[in-house]
């Protein structure tokens, strides 16, 4: 894991095709912008998480039976 | 072949219904082979359940819904990564399903829109994609309060009225 700071116009690079650059700070909010191939999914942290938590959540189903749906 | 599932028993699975998750699940990332099993239901042309048991650990199993049985509106637009990761296409079009989550009690079911499942059933790959879009979340309520639960009723389905 790297840790390190950057002030707004500086950049980060992630391996050759990705780059960070902060692009602004403004009170507790940081934009940033992302240079990165479009087959690279990029997702806000806490939409990732909330999937990890929904799969985890529903890795443990009770013992239920399927309902019989009449449609 | 022979698999093991603690809520499902011992079951007979063939390669057909084995598919290969490149890059696991979210939360699961090292669970790579997942057996497919829908339910059967006689009086259905299409399931709309299914189970999803990891073929490595028997205490693992999902519930899957179809969700265009309970959102006919629902869409979704696969973007190119992971077309490319799971060589799917126009010409190969995937079989969609969401993991559903079941806390106490079935009528409160709920399913994830927002991160659905995809299955290449040419060549047995899947994975999760979440979705880029607001409209959906992790929780959907599946059934309405007007919605009939059966589990052995008489048919209003055959009628056989003259």
Do not use: C
């Not at chain 1, 002030?7 to 391996?15: A, D, L, R, T, V």
């Not at chain 2, 219904?17 to 669970?31: A, N, R, T």
């Not at chain 2, 099993?37 to 073929?55: G, H, N, R, T, V």
């Not at chain 2, 009939?148 to 389905?157: A, F, P, R, Y």
């Amino acid at each position: 894991m790297l840790v390190l700071s950057r002030k707004i116009g500086e950049s980060i690079w992630i391996g050759d095709d990705i780059v960070l650059r902060i692009a602004d700070v403004k009170g507790d909010m940081v934009r940033i912008a992302i240079d990165a191939p479009k087959e690279i999914k990029i997702y806000r942290g806490e939409i990732y998480d909330a999937i990890i938590e929904a799969n985890k959540v529903a890795a443990m189903p009770k013992d239920i039976t399927l309902p019989k749906i009449k449609k | 072949m022979k698999i093991s599932s603690t809520r499902l028993g011992e079951l007979e699975v063939v390669q057909e219904q084995i598919f290969f998750f490149p890059k696991g699940l979210p939360g699961f990332p090292g669970e790579r082979k997942f057996a497919f099993l829908p339910e059967e239901d006689e009086s259905e042309d299409k399931p709309m359940f299914a189970y999803l048991q990891s073929i490595s650990n028997p205490a693992l199993t999902f519930i899957l819904v179809d969700p265009f049985a309970f959102f006919p509106a629902y869409e979704l637009v696969i973007d190119d990564n992971t077309e490319l990761v799971l060589g799917i296409s126009g010409n190969n079009v995937p079989m969609i399903w969401t993991i559903a989550t079941v806390k106490d009690e079935i009528k409160d079911m709920t399913v994830n829109l927002l991160a659905p499942l995809l299955f290449n059933i040419n060549e047995n790959i899947a994975g999760q994609m979440i979705l880029d879009d607001s409209r959906y979340t992790t929780k959907h309520k599946v059934f309405s309060a007007e919605e009939v639960l059966l589990e052995t009723e008489g048919g209003e389905d055959a009628s056989t009225e003259s």
